[in-house]
């Protein structure tokens, strides 16, 4: 059975719980246009500002986000304690561009840290290495709001990168020290291949950077975008980002920790228009799909500007976890099954080597039988059953499938034949048959 490498960080809770949400959550909620606003729109700081002056979410409950999650069965959450745009969630004796400066007028990561805590969801932060509001961050022509190279040099004049990183160092130990045990730390994101201006570790400081972070949290699960892919202790998972990857994802030949990062929709923060949401089936197809390749995933809402998860979210969410509540058996705990297992036809497998059971998660209901060829189903299957509510799944062997046949099934292979029931259970989204292996 595969095994990720092992990692500097403590990921063994995260290989077992499999399911995350991230939020993105900042000014850009008011243009309700994408986080990139400021950059697809190249709108300049003096514009960007009345974002900051109207930024209020009255409603903001994080209790009730809290319970939106562990209700969709996520079991920790990541959220952006600043993206690109430079603005802080948290009071950062740092900036003054925070929420606390806001006519909100508090802090908003606090009191969500708390909530996701109390419902046993573990915290993680995702931070963004970008900066495009701090008065050192080198404006470059490939990421930001400015594309004139002349407003560019005008600005840069006095800038002093290295402040920046002093900053960005000063902030982590801030968000590392403040909250408590945090769990993740999901920094966002290095782009050295754009060009001569292009930032990566050296803008960063990223070393130096993986030090403080091992030091003050020496459990932390760090996510691979500080551009040190060949650093040994340097990353503990990789984050393929809007894409499902064809097979478990590999370093140097070998499989790592990994998980995927999906939107509802296309864009992070909140987008008012956008048409593009996935259907309840999909996303839990994706879920499925990353734990039979030993991987997680991460989801992610984009809260208003009044504070609160939109109807589209909450309707998914809620969706989700009612099929987690009798399917999670197949996620917890779970990872990529045996290779001596051949996946059936239309199926996704999950395996949990702890109890022995093998997950079938059946992606298009067959008429009445699921064959499940190989030595292995032959020599292996004891028991099976639906998981949605433990009604027995019957199994045969070749010899009593030929039988029961006359003799013209034609097959020759060693299987085992499921007998289902001709409807799809219609509680369960993704039907799911549990089966129970011999040693
Ligand atoms: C990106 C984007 C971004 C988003 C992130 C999530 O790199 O810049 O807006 O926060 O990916 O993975």
Redesign the pocket.
């Known amino acids: 059975m595969l095994q990720p490498e092992p990692t500097v960080g403590d990921t063994s809770w995260f290989t077992r719980d499999r399911f995350g949400l991230f939020i ?1 959550w900042g000014l850009y909620a008011l243009p309700a246009r994408h ?2 606003v400021k950059h697809k729109e190249e709108i300049p700081d003096e514009v960007y500002e009345k974002y900051f002056k109207y930024f209020d979410p009255d409603l903001y409950d994080p209790g009730l986000w809290a319970d939106a999650a562990a209700g969709a069965g996520m079991k920790y959450f990541v959220v952006t304690t600043k ?2 745009e430079g603005f802080c969630l948290w009071d950062s004796k740092l900036t003054e561009y925070k929420a606390t400066n806001t006519p909100y007028g508090k802090d908003l990561l606090r009191p969500m840290v708390d909530a996701f805590r109390s419902r046993d969801l573990r915290v993680g932060f ?1 931070h963004s290495l970008i900066d495009w509001h701090h008065p050192h961050y080198l404006v470059d022509p490939y990421i930001g709001p400015y594309r004139n190279a002349e407003d560019r040099a005008a600005m840069n004049e006095g800038r002093d990168q290295m402040k920046y990183a002093d900053y960005l160092h000063g902030q982590t130990r801030e968000l590392l020290t403040e909250f408590g045990d945090v769990d993740i730390l999901w920094y ?2 290095s782009y050295p291949q754009r060009g001569p201006e292009g930032k990566g570790r050296d803008a960063w400081r990223s070393d130096e950077l993986v030090k403080l972070v091992r030091e003050l949290r020496p459990n932390i699960i760090l996510n691979d975008r500080l551009d040190l892919p060949d650093t040994p202790g340097a990353w503990d998972m990789k ?1 393929p ?1 809007q894409f499902q990857p064809r097979r478990w994802v590999h370093v140097d030949g070998k499989p790592v920790v990994w998980e995927a ?1 999906q939107t509802f929709s296309g864009s ?1 923060g909140y987008h008012r228009d956008e048409a593009s949401w996935k259907s309840v089936e999909q996303l839990l197809l994706m879920l499925i799909d990353s734990v039979s390749k030993g991987g997680n995933l991460l989801l992610n809402v984009g809260p208003t500007g009044r504070g609160e998860f939109d109807e589209r979210a909450l309707d998914r969410l809620s969706g989700m976890g009612a099929w987690m509540k009798r399917h999670g058996r197949s996620i917890y705990g779970c990872t990529q099954a045996p290779a001596e297992f051949a996946c059936p036809q239309d199926c996704r497998l999950t395996y949990n080597p702890t109890t022995r059971r093998m997950y079938i998660h059946v992606l298009a209901w067959p008429f009445r039988h699921l064959h499940l060829y190989g030595q292995a189903w032959a020599d292996r299957v004891e028991y099976c059953q639906l998981l949605n509510d433990a009604s027995e799944v019957r199994a045969k062997g070749l010899e009593q499938w030929q039988e029961n046949l006359g003799g013209e099934a034609g097959e020759d292979e060693p299987s085992v034949t499921l007998s289902l029931p001709i409807r799809k259970p219609d509680n369960a989204t993704i039907p799911v048959i549990e089966v129970f292996l011999k040693e």
Do not use: L
């Open positions: 993105h986080e990139w993206h690109h995702y966002d994101f984050t980002e990062c992070w």
